[in-house]
Structure formats: C-alpha cells, structure tokens
C-alpha cells in the first residue's frame, strides 16, 4: 500500500466508504468518483492530480500538505502559481507550448511508467486537433 493510501485511510476517521467520500467531494464541487476514491484507498492508483489531491483534503480531515508529501510531490502550496508579469507578451500558441513545457516536466519527475503511457494517448489524440486548427505543427514521423 502506498504512504497516500494509508495517509487517506488513516485520515478517514469516520469510516467513509468510497461512495460516500466521492459524492461529498462532488456536493463540494469536485470531479472525483467513487471508482477513484476506492483505489486511493486500497492503495491501488498512479501518480495523483492536483484536484483528485485538493477534493481528498477538502472531505477528510488532512491538509493537503500532507498529502502531497505522502504521493512524494512539493508539499507547498502551488495551486497559486502565477507566470511572471512578462508572460502577458506571449501569444496564445506560445501560451500553450509554455503549459505543455510545464505538463512535460511534471510527466518526467514522475517516474509513473502508467501515468507517462496515459499522457502519451492523450498528446497522440490530441495531435491531430491541434495541427488542424494550425495551434501546433503535425508530429514528425520518426
């Protein structure tokens, strides 16, 4: 089991189900599902996203401080971070080649050979969209 999973169960003092913690984090908002919430209990899941993170820390008793410590990510809070101010130059390509840049360095320190496969389809998905509206040119071949 995973230092996340037993953080989770640890914090989840009033023995909620999977159900129960999933349609609380959905009444505050969130996206997560039952499915989700289950295999972040058993200690069954990849790397985990910020939102699955924050909707954890908002319905059980932990700070989310922790854990990002328990899923091994910085356990300061980035939710806030902000480009600098000369960003506002940028174009809106140049936006999303700089969001993909961040996406990327992310992907490469997490060492999830499951979470870089998942990311992989979606860029391979997401390709073909994007070249067609002209926002990025077509992969190469090799």
Same mark, same amino acid.
């Given at each position: 089991?995973?230092?996340? &999973?037993?953080?989770?169960?640890?914090?989840?003092?009033? +023995?909620?189900?999977?159900?129960?913690i /999933?349609?609380?984090?959905?009444?505050? +908002?969130?996206?997560?599902?039952?499915?989700?919430?289950?295999?972040?209990?058993?200690?069954?899941?990849?790397r985990?996203?910020?939102?699955?993170?924050?909707?954890?820390?908002?319905?059980?008793?932990?700070?989310?401080a922790?854990? *990002?410590? /328990?899923?091994?990510?910085p356990?300061?809070?980035?939710?806030?971070?902000?480009?600098?101010?000369?960003? /506002? *130059?940028? &174009?809106? *390509?140049?936006?999303? /080649?700089?969001?993909?840049?961040?996406?990327?360095?992310?992907?490469?320190?997490?060492? &999830?050979?499951?979470?870089?496969? *998942?990311?992989?389809?979606?860029?391979?998905?997401?390709?073909?969209?994007?070249?067609?509206?002209?926002?990025?040119?077509?992969? &190469?071949?090799?």
């Open positions: 089991m995973s230092a996340l &999973s037993e953080l989770l169960r640890s914090a989840n003092t009033q +023995g909620l189900s999977a159900r129960a /999933a349609k609380l984090a959905r009444e505050a +908002g969130f996206t997560l599902n039952h499915d989700t919430a289950a295999r972040y209990l058993r200690g069954d899941h990849g985990p996203d910020e939102d699955t993170l924050i909707a954890f820390a908002t319905v059980l008793p932990v700070k989310l922790e854990l *990002r410590r /328990a899923a091994e990510l356990a300061e809070d980035t939710s806030e971070y902000r480009p600098p101010p000369e960003s /506002a *130059r940028l &174009s809106r *390509r140049q936006r999303r /080649a700089v969001d993909e840049i961040i996406r990327a360095m992310l992907e490469s320190r997490s060492g &999830s050979e499951l979470d870089r496969r *998942r990311e992989h389809r979606r860029a391979a998905e997401a390709a073909p969209e994007a070249a067609r509206r002209g926002d990025v040119e077509p992969p &190469s071949p090799h």
